[in-house]
């Protein structure tokens, strides 16, 4: 909570010395967390060191514990705004009176205290009522010598710019300064209090008795009457004021009035500005916990209602159930459409899930077009799933936006408690989401005992693929890259292995996909390729360095330690990085784009992998550059008995040599094959007929004791 974004113009409201203190708890001590201009000039110290002190460090020492009593009395008895006089001190050790004003704020958010309090210096004020107290002592002291007293008296009273006035112990009037009878006329000696109030009264210069005379004047004298000692705020013609009264020894009672319009203004000013700074609060609140198109709760908010439903689930029983909502055909609408109509889908969507669910429930939107509800439900409900069926029925009808139809549908994935633990429960109704999806779109499916099972393997999956990189149990296999003319080895691609401890050794198939969900596959990636390079490094010091080739993901091509690796790089060969041609096409992104030329700079090759398996064009191959094709070993398959399919692996090849890109083809499986490719234009190949994939011992012997071209 910033103090100066909330009240940027405070400075120009007061003289006055203002500071803001705060606590953690309600009966610690607070400290000061701002203070103005004033309040630095009056104590003369900077805000530096005024800030983090305790207020208690600006009150006189000998006024401390009775001004911690009196506050500590008056907030026990729920008083959040008062008033209090005590003696203050400066830096220097110097004192000074003061009225504090005191308002206190309770922070519902964190569970502590503001305190705002407001010091007015009244050293004046202190000395006319010492001054009074003084002439009231002599009057009693010198009572014989009336006519000295009389003077003395009066000319005190008539110094103090206050209403002043002394009444004898029979409710006469006897002394008053001009400021007493001000707005109600000649004043008379001896005349009674009540008098004095009724001149008020005929002028009505008390707005608060208006209407109310009698009582009014009742509510005034009685307290007059019977308290030696008394306190009490009045209103005369607009202006308020602080009535002290104090009874003497002999009975006569001295009147007191001062001032505090001002004093008021400024605390009804505090008191506005504290009023804004709850609801800027409440604001901030809202808009932290609110999506700003739909006005439906967010991801926050979800996840602060969630803790609090499966918390009363805990005390009162009961089950819960969320649905995970996702729109489809949504991207088509903003591409065909444009954003606005996206906008007015969602919004539209939103107002329709309202009127589907209670209002007990909890909705939220988390995302672009992903929605979120959370119920309380019975044991073994139908509800949950009733509910995904309307919704998938009523939410997903055509709207029309400008004239123009918008068609969509919804998909629902449902799971529930107590199949599945509660604080499984938003990611279990994902994976139901995903087999409404795959079902076909635009329908509801439920997390089940089968997803359950599968959520398990996985989970156990992932944590041995964790505890493999930690135990460095991924481990490279070689296989032979052989000239397509001679057969003769060039080098290897390298391949990912897992050495499992008790599966024994795993193929990518059954780990990779996992791993790249937990977004570790560019750790798997890593391990492979400095495992690799070390063995090839130790292994080819002299002669001929293989080429390796590394099927690498996206993620380790825009990892750090990738560029990391290359520096540190001592392999003599040359090392290239293969990526899906989908990669290339789907993330040719200018970052993607820069970190490949980053990576060629430093000499790394680039090949398109499994081409002819996804969508490339010439324009894309012409953008990327890459330095190698390979041709997808299922097109390679039937060459050896289909002409049209020798024709379109021969057009592969002519398309890399006119843009002068090196061509691989995998997949080689048999003699016939090897023949075939040898007598194309094809650059190099790979297959079970020249090499399975192996570890380095064995995969080395190949360019050691390299196999001869047979006729």
């Known amino acids: 909570m910033k103090i100066d974004d909330i009240f940027p113009d405070f400075l120009k409201l007061t003289a006055d010395a203002v500071g803001i203190g705060y606590a953690k708890t309600k009966l610690e001590m607070i400290t000061l967390v701002w203070v103005n201009q004033a309040f630095c000039d009056s104590f003369e110290m900077s805000e530096e060191e005024a800030l983090g002190k305790s207020p208690v460090a600006i009150i006189d020492s000998d006024y401390v514990d009775d001004l911690w009593e009196m506050i500590q009395e008056k907030i026990s008895g729920g008083q959040k705004r008062f008033s209090i006089d005590t003696s203050c001190k400066k830096a220097n050790g110097k004192t000074f009176w003061a009225n504090i004003s005191f308002l206190h704020l309770d922070d519902p958010k964190t569970g502590g205290r503001y305190t705002v309090f407001d010091i007015r210096e009244i050293n004046d004020l202190k000395n006319r009522e010492q001054a009074a ?32 006035a002394i009444y004898s112990s029979k409710e006469k009037l006897m002394i008053w300064n001009p400021a007493y009878a001000e707005g109600l006329g000649e004043l008379k ?18 707005p608060d008795a208006i209407g109310r005379e009698d009582e009014w004047l009742q509510d005034v004298l009685v307290p007059f009457r019977e308290k030696k000692t008394h306190t009490f705020p009045l209103v005369l013609n ?91 055909r949504f991207k088509q609408i903003n591409d065909t459409m444009g954003h606005a109509a996206g906008d007015f889908v969602l919004k539209a969507v939103a107002d329709r899930l309202r009127e589907n669910v209670r209002t007990e429930d909890v909705l939220a939107r988390i995302g672009g077009d992903e929605f979120f509800i959370l119920i309380r439900c019975g044991h073994n409900s139908d509800w949950p799933e009733a509910l995904a069926d309307r919704i998938v029925r009523l939410v997903g009808r055509p709207l029309e936006f400008e004239e123009r139809p918008c068609r969509f549908g919804v998909s629902v994935g449902v799971a529930q408690t107590p199949l599945i633990a509660a604080e499984d429960l938003l990611t279990s109704s994902d994976v139901a989401l995903y087999k409404a999806k795959d079902g076909g779109r635009a329908r509801a499916a439920s997390f089940d005992q089968k997803d359950l099972q599968q959520l398990r393997e996985t989970k156990k999956l992932s944590d041995d693929i964790q505890r493999g990189l930690e135990c460095g149990e991924f481990v490279p296999y070689y296989q032979a890259l052989v000239d397509a003319k001679t057969f003769e080895p060039q080098g290897f691609e390298v391949l990912a292995r897992w050495q499992h401890p008790t599966e024994g050794l795993l193929l990518p198939c059954s780990f990779l996909a996992t791993a790249s969900e937990m977004q570790l596959e560019s750790q798997i990636d890593r391990m492979i390729f400095k495992k690799a390079i070390n063995e090839c490094a130790t292994h080819f010091t002299d002669g001929f360095a293989p080429s390796l080739s590394f099927n690498v993901s996206l993620a380790r091509i825009m990892d750090p330690e990738l560029v990391t690796d290359a520096h540190r790089l001592h392999y003599r060969g040359q090392v290239s990085l293969e990526l899906l041609e989908t990669i290339f096409l789907e993330e040719e992104t200018e970052e993607v784009m820069m970190r490949i030329d980053t990576l060629r700079d430093m000499g790394f090759d680039f090949a398109v992998d499994d081409f002819g398996s996804g969508r490339a064009s010439i324009i894309a191959l012409q953008n990327l550059a890459p330095d190698r094709l390979k041709i997808d070993g299922r097109l390679i398959a039937p060459i050896t008995k289909s002409q049209s399919a020798r024709k379109l692996v021969r057009s592969i090849i002519e398309i890399g040599q006119s843009l002068d890109v090196r061509v691989t083809a995998e997949g080689v499986e048999t003699k016939e094959h090897a023949e075939i490719l040898s007598g194309t234009h094809c650059d190099i190949l790979q297959g079970y007929f020249f090499a399975h994939p192996s570890p380095f011992e064995e995969a080395k012997k190949l360019i050691l004791e390299p196999p001869k071209k047979t006729a």
């Open 133 to 164: 107290e003084l002439a009231l002592i002599e009057h009693e002291l010198l009572y014989a010598n009336m006519e000295a007293l009389k003077v003395r008296l009066e000319t005190a009273i008539n110094t103090i710019p206050d209403p002043f």
């Open 189 to 206: 000696k001896g005349m009674s209090a009540e008098s004095y109030l009724r001149l008020g009264l005929d002028k009505q210069s008390f």
């Open 238 to 328: 607009d202006q308020s004021f602080r009535v002290q009264q104090f009874t003497a020894a002999n009975g006569d009672k001295l009147v007191l009035r001062t001032n505090i319009t001002e004093i008021q203004a400024q605390q009804a000013k505090l008191e506005s500005y504290a009023e804004q700074l709850e609801k800027a609060n409440q604001d901030i609140s809202y808009q932290a916990l609110h999506d700003e198109l739909t006005g439906l709760g967010n991801r926050r908010y979800l996840s602060m209602r969630f803790e609090e439903m499966a918390s009363e689930r805990e005390r009162k029983g009961g089950e819960l159930a969320a649905l995970h909502i996702d729109l489809d």
